[in-house]
């Protein structure tokens, strides 16, 4: 059975390309977000395995929004563009994989 994930984020083209990398690695993307709110609205209809979520949304923050998801018993990976200390656990961007997200998400790589 394929990991099914709920990608977050406010650029529709890396919700695009994101999609694309996830599908090819034969992960099944459930649906889109592009807001906090919307997030939160998706994840509790869809029931995703994991959630793919940017760390800055326009209506609040991958943070609020992963502690939300958590209260649902949805694990979401925080991801970004930017550099965080040593120890947070935030996925940069350009490291975006099926394999890595399924070593985050705790699922085997195929």
Known sequence: M????????DDAGFRRLARRVLEAGEIEVVGEAG???EA?????SLRPD??????????T????????LAGLGIP????????YPAGTAVLPKERLSAD???RVFGEKSR
């Open 35 to 37: 807001t906090g709110a």
């Open 40 to 44: 939160v609205a998706a994840a509790g």
């Open 76 to 83: 979401a990976v925080l991801c970004s563009v930017r550099d």
């Open 2 to 9: 394929a990991l099914r994930v709920l990608i977050v984020d």
């Open 50 to 59: 994991g959630v793919l979520l940017d760390v800055q949304l326009p209506d």
């Open 61 to 68: 923050d991958g943070f609020a929004v992963a502690r939300v």
């Open 100 to 102: 890595e997200l399924r």
